[in-house]
């Protein structure tokens, strides 16, 4: 699985959440001397001194720390929590150790209240220490030019340390920029050959650019590395399952059980390969096996996030429906209203799937309402409410209102511009194109969907309908096949657009 923190397990599900915390990043360095401890030999000094510090007044505490933080870079989440919570309790004012705990929360209340306590204590850490916190708290106030300003500040003052890099590579994979990235995360092989996470989401982002052979060879260096951890197998069985290779990624997928049954991960990528192979009863099989086994409710999100796809995948809607309102009550129980409210978000995007155009609506405002409602920052709730936007005219293009499509859309386009947002850009155009698309302006919406998410296979479908309406059957063809054969772990848009892409190819 991508190597990205606990909280995109809650990010990847949650809708209007993912762009609300956009690119977060890690938060892992070095070892260096703690402030109660003994300062290292001449060498080792000289040698850490080019690396973030980790700054904590317990030796014990680091050791949790250092524990935790390999098991996070391994993606054994829930296994690192335990670490993180005994080096909190050693140090309560161990700024990092509540970054990276935020970073591996379960749930989004819990993501937001470590985050929250990391930028309070922030001032107790080095330099190198607040930029993280203050990145990552950019990022969840989803201010990507202060975030890039912040992690450039980062290398340009750690350029040496791999991490650093890590992070930096990790805004641009966010902003879609692999070129970038996987300039980054070379740069941090090269510093570390040993970091065996820069390899993984190397092959990601060669993954992302199309470039399956040198995916293939970062993912097999991975498990060089590592090779009795279950993450190396998972993520090489995501590409198999990307190239359409459903058994093979099945028997990685496999592999990384049998090294830790608990890794639920596999679990969701061998249901996301049988629903391809036309196998949804067995698919929901997997996903059950994730509640049965799962030690927290983002695992449970987990299983019902999956069973939603494959519900909405097999047209299911009210069992698709069902799943949702199990997610909210997960929230409602604990009172976690940034997760309540992707889970309304996620509600009103299969209700406007099934041409419910009111109910969809209601779900969104109240969506809205449930994150003014909530302790979220100002910065997270104008941008909900800015995203709210982009709902409506959703909403309105599907009813065939395109004056309030068009007023909604140039609302939402400003404040993305103005936000300097590039992903929110990208759904300003999606929605430009699905206007221009309704009005038969095949040219005008076939130019705005290219400047759209291209790693939504929703927008390549509509790319396909484009180029058939303007008789470009060759275009048409190449964009159907793309969004039929996306082959991605579960997500929605793909439910949507999977078995009308099929149909459109076959016709």
Not at 24 to 49: G, H, I, M, Y
Not at 341 to 366: C, F, H, P, V
Request: charged share 25%.
């Amino acid at each position: 699985m991508r190597h990205v923190h606990q909280s995109n397990s809650f990010l990847r599900y949650l809708g209007p959440l993912a762009l609300l915390i956009g690119a977060l990043v890690f938060s892992a360095c070095q070892q260096e001397p703690t402030r109660a401890t003994t300062a290292a030999p001449p060498d080792t000094a000289a040698k850490n001194a080019a690396k973030i510090p980790v700054t904590t007044s317990s030796e014990e505490a680091r050791k949790e720390y250092l524990a935790g933080r390999d098991l996070q870079e391994k993606l054994r989440i829930t296994d690192s929590i335990a670490h993180y919570d005994k080096a909190l309790s050693l140090d309560p004012n161990f700024a990092l150790a509540e970054l990276n705990r935020a970073n591996v929360s379960p749930t989004a209340k819990e993501f937001f209240d470590h985050l929250n306590k990391a930028v309070a204590l922030s001032a107790k850490a080095s330099e190198g220490e607040r930029l993280l916190i203050q990145a990552t708290e950019a990022g969840a106030n989803a201010n990507p030019t202060k975030q890039k300003e912040i992690l450039e500040k980062l290398v340009a003052a750690y350029p040496n340390d791999e991490r650093a890099h890590f992070n930096l590579g990790g805004y641009y994979f966010g902003q879609q920029d692999f070129t970038q990235a996987i300039t980054h995360y070379k740069k941090a092989t090269e510093l570390a050959p040993d970091y065996s996470t820069a390899y993984n989401i190397l092959g990601y982002a060669h993954r992302q650019n199309g470039a399956y052979s040198e995916a293939e060879s970062a993912f097999k260096k991975y498990i060089e590395l590592i090779p009795n951890d279950p993450n190396p197998y998972d993520s090489y069985a995501e590409l198999l399952l990307k190239m359409g290779r459903f058994d093979e990624a099945i028997a990685q997928y496999n592999k990384a059980l049998s090294i830790e049954p608990t890794f639920l991960n596999s679990y969701f990528g061998i249901a996301a390969a049988l629903t391809y192979e036309g196998k949804a009863s067995e698919a929901q099989a997997q996903l059950q096996k994730i509640t049965e086994k799962a030690r927290s409710d983002g695992e449970r999100r987990t299983a019902l996030f999956g069973q939603m796809v494959v519900a909405a995948d097999a047209g299911k809607f009210d069992q698709a429906l069902e799943a949702v309102d199990k997610q909210y009550a997960l929230g409602e129980k604990s009172n976690d209203k940034p997760a309540m409210a992707g889970d309304l978000q996620l509600k009103g995007n299969i209700l406007l799937e099934m041409g419910r155009y009111d109910d969809a609506t209601k779900a969104y405002d109240e969506a809205l309402k449930t994150t003014a409602d909530s302790n979220l920052s100002q910065q997270n709730k104008d941008n909900t409410a800015l995203f709210h936007h982009y709902n409506l005219a959703r909403v309105a293009i599907a009813k065939k209102d395109l004056a309030t499509a068009k007023t909604e859309t140039e609302t939402f386009r400003k404040g993305a511009e103005a936000a300097k947002n590039a992903n929110q850009l990208k759904l300003a155009h999606e929605l430009l194109g699905r206007i221009a698309l309704s009005e038969k302006n095949y040219d005008t919406a076939i130019a705005e969907l290219g400047q759209a998410n291209q790693q939504n296979p929703d927008v390549l479908y509509l790319q396909g309908e484009a180029y058939a309406g303007k008789g470009d059957a060759a275009k048409a063809k190449e964009n159907f096949t793309k969004a039929a054969k996306f082959n991605s772990l579960p997500q929605l848009n793909y439910a949507f657009v999977r078995s009308k892409a099929e149909k459109a190819l076959a016709s």
